[in-house]
């Protein structure tokens, strides 16, 4: 079973930026395809983005596109989500999560392990 625990969320200004990082306890970092949601109080949990194994390919929400940036480091077993021009809107907890498998998702329900979130607050 793998383990995430992310880190680098905070309070930040609009327009400001910030990184998130989630580093993953597993031995086959590799062969997961990560993706990073968020939850805003009283809103359901969206999709920020995802990338690949090999980050050969990597999706983003429209709200963040041109914003955000992900990335991962398989050395490291980590990845990363570099955001700018950060909104008011963009305010909420981050949340890395890791799906089994080569293939890339945007929902949800095909990330079988979560870390315990980050909070990004973005003042306006």
């Known amino acids: 079973q793998v383990q995430l625990v992310e880190s680098g969320g905070g309070l930040v200004q609009a327009g400001g930026s910030l990184s998130l990082s989630c580093a993953a306890s597993v031995r086959t970092f590799s062969t997961y395809s990560m993706g990073w949601f968020r939850q805003a109080p009283g809103k359901e949990r969206e999709f920020v983005a995802s990338i690949a194994w090999s980050s050969a390919t990597a999706y983003y929400a429209d709200s963040v596109k041109g914003r955000f940036t992900i990335s991962r480091d398989n050395a490291k077993n980590t990845v990363y989500l570099q955001m700018n021009s950060l909104k008011p809107e963009d305010t909420a907890v981050y949340y890395c999560?890791?799906?089994?498998?080569?293939?890339?998702?945007?929902?949800?329900?095909?990330?079988?392990?979560w870390g315990q979130g980050t909070q990004v607050t973005v003042s306006s």
């Open positions: 999560a890791a799906r089994s498998g080569l293939k890339i998702a945007t929902r949800a329900g095909d990330f079988g392990a």
